[in-house]
């Protein structure tokens, strides 16, 4: 999965130009800079890569998300509608703009179920926020046509599906605006990094300026900027754009190896009737970073988890029900809103019905399912290997189930 396991002489050339001329920052210094303009060159790759017509890269996925909300102008009182499973950024962006975000059950595709998207909808309702998890996309036609029916603004939390597609269209060119991060464990990585993508000239305007100080990057030096509104530092390096444009070539590649890996390891799990795997709205579209699957029960999923590790596949299984960082049956700080400065009083009317708000529904479909992270470095033998001591796993604990009853 991540591009990290990939690194070679390309991001270490890429890094040299910006070292040699000694330039880090991505503005200004033309003369000194040599030519060189890695952030800029990065963001063009990604507008052309993924099909897009503006790209603002940012300092991490997490500003990233920060900056399109204020380009979409979500602010105090707007509610944003996002799924239960997800990464803790998502929130933290939402609350970071002084809205409030209104988590929903998820389904089997493990992101937005579009009938608890409806149930939730409020005269404050402002933005469906999607997040594609592990790879895959939310069914975006259905969630589009509910922003279309109600005025809603689709930002898409395309962090973790970098090369996913929906018909044919890049995860993250499809709403509004979408986000792409760039940190260490992603499927490209910058070490820190993110993007905000856009067709919307306006909106890309506005993240433009956000990231830099409200600076309207129209004066004849930094100097002679004018500032039209207030911003804030989510500005990236050229050392880290650097890595993101070596990264973003290979990318092809990292999916090409994803889908091999991911096909392999599916083909052998399918030969197992208890397991049924995560709904994909566009199958073709998945970019195959995890392969997602399902067990029968919770009993069974937590012994098989349990047999996977005692096998050593450790890594490549995550159990999302008991995880800290990504689904909201573990966000006590979220819960009791435990934040440094005060909430203001719409956020903390919003968290404190977290605390009684029933997640039954995405509770199911959680506690049975597990993620396996696919590797980019894992040969054929290595994946067939994994495969046999997974089926195993699942099997013994199947049979174990049986005598049991
Ligand atoms: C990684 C991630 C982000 C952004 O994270 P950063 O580490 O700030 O780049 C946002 N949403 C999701 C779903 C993510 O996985």
Redesign the pocket.
Known sequence: MPGFEFFGDEERKELNDVLETGILMRYGFDGPRKGHWKAKELETAITETFGCTYAQLTS???AA?TTAMNALNIGYGDEVIMPSF??V??FEAVLSVGAVPVLVDVDESLTLNPDAVRKAITSKTKCLMP?H?CGSMADLDALKAICKEHDLILLE?A??SIGGTYKGKALGTIGDAGTF?F?FV?TITCG?G?VVMTNNKDVYTKCDGYTDHGHDHLGVDRGADLHPFIGYNYRISELHAAVGLAQIRKLPKFLEIQKKNHTQLKNMLQQVTEVSFRVIPDESGDSRTFLSWFLPTEELTRAAVAEMKAQGILAGNFYWFDNNWHYIRKWDHLKNSTALNRLNPLQEEALLKLRTTDFSVSDAIMSRCISTAIGLTWTEEQTKEKGEKMVAAIKKVLSAAVVGA
Do not use: N
């Open positions: 991490s996925g997490t998300l997800t990464f950024a998502s997040v998890m939390d962090c973790q991060s940190d992603k820190e993110g």
